[in-house]
């Protein structure tokens, strides 16, 4: 699409390198973000300075890793991972949470206002990191609480549909909940990526990379796991309602 839109196709990650002095890496993981920037043939190969941005959400240890080889270099590393999902993505409209220099932040930010909408400093190197990781924690365990809850209702009796209608006016109403309403309502469960064991597992490395425990953290994803493992793979973390609702 961007090749249509008047972008240039580079052949390797390396001629991307030598090329550019901004580049923004939006891969799944840390090992993909790792091999992008760090292995033979990746950006630091032929990247002699610039700006390298990394918006994928992986664990602090893995993005301190590859920081740490940048450090005798004239390339700068910015975390910024987005927040949003497809729609964000579609509509322009990411939230963008972001850690690095301050200097050079400010430097991408008109780079950064092109893609985002919210685009927030939190503060050095890997800030930006642990606030994804924060918001992505309270989701993966909302979603947990909002499945388990509906299928409690669900085998007692209840309407998911009457019950859902009611509690977006209670106090357990939230943009997460009515982000449901398909999968609650009328059985849609769009198909998609399962990130949210990668996420969760990042969250709690990253707790223990700060000194932080993260029980209810480490408890939500031996669930994940277990209803992945059981359902033979979850297509979307919607999934887990669905899991819940038909067991």
Same mark, same amino acid.
């Not at 190197?125 to 299928?151: D, Q, S, W």
């Given at each position: 699409?961007?090749?249509?839109?008047?972008?240039?196709?580079?052949?390797?990650?390396?001629?991307?390198?030598?090329?550019?002095?901004?580049?923004?890496?939006?891969?799944?993981?840390?090992?993909?973000?790792?091999?992008?920037?760090?292995?033979?043939?990746?950006?630091?190969?032929?990247?002699?300075?610039?700006?390298?941005?990394?918006?994928?959400?992986?664990?602090?240890?893995?993005?301190?890793?590859?920081?740490?080889?940048?450090?005798?270099?004239?390339?700068?590393?910015?975390?910024?991972?987005?927040?949003?999902?497809?729609?964000?993505?579609?509509?322009?409209?990411?939230?963008?949470?972001?850690?690095?220099?301050?200097?050079?932040?400010?430097?991408?930010?008109? =780079?950064?206002?092109?893609?985002?909408?919210?685009?927030?400093? =939190?503060?050095?190197?890997?800030?930006?990191?642990?606030?994804?990781?924060?918001?992505?924690?309270?989701?993966?365990?909302?979603?947990?609480?909002?499945?388990?809850?509906?299928?409690?209702?669900?085998?007692?009796?209840?309407?998911?549909?009457?019950?859902?209608?009611?509690?977006?006016?209670?106090?357990?109403?939230?943009?997460?909940?009515?982000?449901?309403?398909?999968?609650?309502?009328?059985?849609?469960?769009?198909?998609?990526?399962?990130?949210?064991?990668?996420?969760?597992?990042?969250?709690?490395?990253?707790?223990?990379?700060?000194?932080?425990?993260?029980?209810?953290?480490?408890?939500?994803?031996?669930?994940?796991?277990?209803?992945?493992?059981?359902?033979?793979?979850?297509?979307?973390?919607?999934?887990?309602?669905?899991?819940?609702?038909?067991?």
């Amino acid at each position: 699409r961007l090749v249509q839109q008047g972008g240039r196709q580079a052949e390797s990650v390396a001629e991307i390198g030598r090329s550019c002095q901004q580049v923004m890496v939006m891969v799944v993981d840390g090992e993909q973000v790792e091999e992008v920037v760090c292995a033979p043939g990746g950006l630091l190969e032929t990247m002699k300075d610039g700006v390298v941005l990394i918006h994928s959400t992986i664990a602090l240890s893995e993005l301190r890793r590859i920081a740490s080889t940048v450090e005798t270099s004239n390339v700068t590393i910015i975390d910024c991972p987005v927040s949003g999902g497809v729609t964000g993505a579609d509509e322009g409209t990411l939230t963008m949470l972001c850690g690095g220099d301050m200097s050079a932040f400010d430097a991408q930010r008109p =780079l950064l206002d092109a893609v985002a909408t919210n685009v927030t400093h =939190l503060g050095p190197l890997g800030a930006g990191m642990v606030g994804k990781l924060a918001n992505n924690l309270i989701l993966g365990v909302g979603r947990l609480a909002i499945a388990e809850a509906f299928a409690m209702a669900q085998k007692a009796g209840l309407s998911t549909e009457d019950l859902y209608q009611t509690m977006i006016t209670c106090t357990a109403d939230s943009k997460q909940l009515r982000g449901l309403e398909g999968a609650i309502v009328r059985g849609e469960y769009p198909s998609r990526t399962f990130l949210g064991l990668k996420d969760l597992s990042a969250a709690v490395d990253s707790g223990a990379a700060v000194g932080q425990a993260m029980p209810i953290t480490g408890l939500a994803r031996e669930l994940y796991q277990l209803i992945d493992d059981k359902s033979g793979g979850l297509n979307g973390s919607d999934e887990v309602l669905r899991y819940l609702l038909d067991n």
